[in-house]
């Protein structure tokens, strides 16, 4: 009889899967066979680039440091920057993607865990000075994000004041900064409300639940791509599938439950940040089956938990695979989709 491709890719991952942590090499390298993948998302005016892909607040070698910097997705629109999330080391990957900070026009945020907002503030102030004294006075930066949004805003303006009024009092900086970055708060909606329009973009938010955390996902539609975003969410308590039901694309965080687990467990862990890691994530199968239910027919697995590159990408796939049978793409900083 021969073999499918499904019952391949969950052999692979059951072969990785009994090896245990003890698989996941430390730097470890890329194998041969994941090269780059065409893009078939990005179309059109649209241009999708993975800026991060590691999801955690942990930076260690074992999660995937050394390789993978903290969530974050770049959307390109006529070169006009729409940025999810901004995960640790999400500002200098712009620069490595061949674009200029100045161009990043929204900031939309899906919660502010440390590992989704690590760089908010260096990406808001930097965009600031790349644009220094620009000749277009409308430029401007807006951010978006739930409950939480506002206290950032003003946490981030105490903490960096010296250089802000520095850099607009006595090195003549225009427009000021609150002249430049407007950020918007709104409550997680239950179902779905809209966040802004315009002719390049359409972004709607609905609520998930990530614990006792705030958060939302997203759904972005472009001239191009319909595109729904996950942000961190738990298996249960929300309308996630039936929000990103007929999308092109789905891009939804993972992860390796049982290997994180017997990891942390060995480290002596509290138990209850374990807890938080299984009930307010979601695993292979649960991403497979909001997949399957949403109709969608491709599968963006980013903010992976965890991100070592000993767990090569046949792994994340064999895992969903049992759940889920359209295309399946695992996210690499850098990487157009």
Request: proline share 4%; with cysteine.
């Amino acid at each position: 009889m021969a073999t499918t491709r499904r019952e391949m890719l969950v052999a692979a991952a059951g072969g990785l899967l009994t090896a245990g942590l003890g698989g996941m090499l430390v730097n470890a390298p890329r194998a041969s066979g994941e090269t780059e993948i065409t893009p078939v998302i990005s179309k059109g005016r649209t241009k999708i680039v993975i800026l991060g892909s590691q999801g955690g607040q942990q930076i260690s070698q074992l999660t995937g440091a050394g390789v993978r910097c903290g969530t974050s997705v770049l959307i390109d629109v006529d070169g006009v920057l729409t940025i999810l999330d901004c995960g640790c080391g999400s500002t200098h990957r712009i620069a490595e993607a061949g674009y200029d900070l100045n161009q990043v026009r929204n900031i939309i945020i899906t919660h502010y865990h440390q590992d989704h907002v690590a760089e908010l503030g260096s990406m808001a102030s930097f965009a600031w000075s790349t644009g220094r004294n620009g000749l277009d006075k409308k430029r401007r930066l807006d951010v978006y994000g739930p409950t939480g949004t506002k206290r950032y805003e003003k946490g981030f303006k105490q903490s960096v004041w010296l250089s802000i009024n520095d850099q607009q009092t006595k090195l003549g900086q225009r427009p000021y900064f609150n002249k430049f970055a407007f950020w918007h708060e709104f409550k997680p909606p239950l179902h779905t409300k809209k966040i802004f329009s315009s002719g390049k973009w359409d972004i709607r938010a609905t609520r998930v639940k990530h614990g006792g955390m705030p958060a939302v996902g997203y759904r972005i539609r472009t001239p191009d791509v319909d595109m729904v975003f996950s942000g961190d969410r738990g298996r249960k308590g929300d309308n996630f599938a039936s929000f990103a039901k007929g999308a092109d694309v789905l891009f939804h965080e993972i992860i390796a439950e049982g290997l994180v687990v017997s990891n942390l467990t060995a480290q002596g862990q509290a138990k209850s940040f374990i807890s938080h890691l299984v009930n307010d994530h979601c695993n292979p199968e649960t991403v497979g089956r909001v997949a399957t239910k949403a109709g969608v027919g491709t599968l963006v697995l980013y903010h992976l938990i965890p991100g070592n590159p000993g767990l090569v990408d046949a792994f994340w796939k064999g895992q969903v695979a049992p759940y889920y049978d359209g295309e399946v793409i695992v996210a690499r900083d850098l990487m157009v989709v």
